[in-house]
């Protein structure tokens, strides 16, 4: 009897080292899983923040664009030429007469 129990003492030895051998690398693995599961909840936040400051932009963009195509369409009427007609390059229509004002000199 005594070989079946330094047998089984040294089974259960042998188990219970197995088993807190297993344990200590599910304990590692449950670790190292939060660790990563945090930084890639950072990361995630970052990507989150990055894409709403590019939609900002976006919109600023499509506004100034919209703007810009607003004064192009300004620039290529005949109101517009006339009016940089007359106030750069002090043009008169023919049957205009034009006062000058010695005062404001």
């Given at each position: 009897?005594?070989?079946?129990?330094?047998?089984?003492?040294?089974?259960?030895?042998?188990?219970?080292?197995?088993?807190?051998?297993?344990?200590?690398?599910?304990?590692?693995?449950?670790?190292?899983?939060?660790?990563?599961?945090?930084?890639?909840?950072?990361?995630?936040?970052?990507?989150?923040?990055?894409?709403?400051?590019?939609?900002?932009?976006?919109?600023?963009?499509?506004?100034?664009?919209?703007?810009?195509?607003?004064?192009?369409?300004?620039?290529?009427?005949?109101?517009?030429?006339?009016?940089?007609?007359?106030?750069?390059?002090?043009?008169?229509k023919k049957s205009?007469?034009?006062?000058?004002?010695?005062?404001?000199?």
């Amino acid at each position: 009897m005594s070989k079946k129990n330094s047998y089984l003492k040294q089974r259960r030895k042998k188990n219970q080292r197995f088993l807190l051998t297993i344990l200590s690398i599910l304990a590692l693995s449950a670790g190292s899983f939060s660790l990563y599961n945090k930084a890639i909840e950072k990361e995630y936040a970052k990507v989150n923040k990055d894409i709403e400051s590019l939609n900002k932009k976006k919109e600023d963009l499509q506004i100034t664009i919209k703007s810009l195509k607003e004064d192009y369409d300004n620039r290529n009427t005949d109101e517009f030429k006339e009016k940089i007609a007359r106030d750069r390059l002090d043009m008169v229509k023919k049957s205009e007469v034009v006062y000058e004002d010695d005062n404001n000199k």
